[in-house]
């Protein structure tokens, strides 16, 4: 048997853009994709702290080092510039495995920047 369980999270990180008009997805500063153990192409899920809104969609590489974090298309609709969010992964995997795995965590500052 296989179960999903939290592979990575960025966790509160401010969303710096909204892009409505872009085909779709979230755009992650390249460092934090890095230090989150997370890929472009994953698919993640978006938990917004100021409205409780829940959102599946993929990564894309953003600039490194700016602390970029940009909804784009219709995801753009779920969040404000400014909000807190919380960008998880999960990982598939048999239930021996998940009982020792240990998922990563990172904490950015106010500025999505790791300290």
Same mark, same amino acid.
């Given at each position: ?26 755009? =992650? ?5 890095? &230090?989150?153990?997370?890929?472009? #192409?994953? *698919? %993640? ?23 970029? =974090? ?5 995801? &753009?609709?779920?969040?404000?510039? #400014?909000? *807190? %969010? ?30």
């Amino acid at each position: 048997m296989e179960i999903e369980v939290l592979k990575s999270k960025i966790h509160r990180v401010t969303v710096t853009n909204c892009d409505l008009n872009y085909i779709g997805s979230i755009t =992650i500063d390249e460092s934090l994709l890095k &230090a989150a153990d997370m890929i472009a #192409g994953e *698919k %993640v899920q978006v938990v917004n702290i100021n409205n409780g809104e829940r959102l599946e969609t993929y990564i894309i590489n953003g600039k490194k080092d700016t602390g970029e =974090i940009t909804l784009n298309g219709p995801a &753009a609709r779920k969040v404000q510039k #400014g909000d *807190k %969010v919380i960008i998880i992964s999960y990982a598939k995997m048999n239930l021996e495995e998940a009982k020792t795995f240990n998922p990563t965590l990172i904490f950015p500052n106010d500025d999505n920047i790791l300290i």
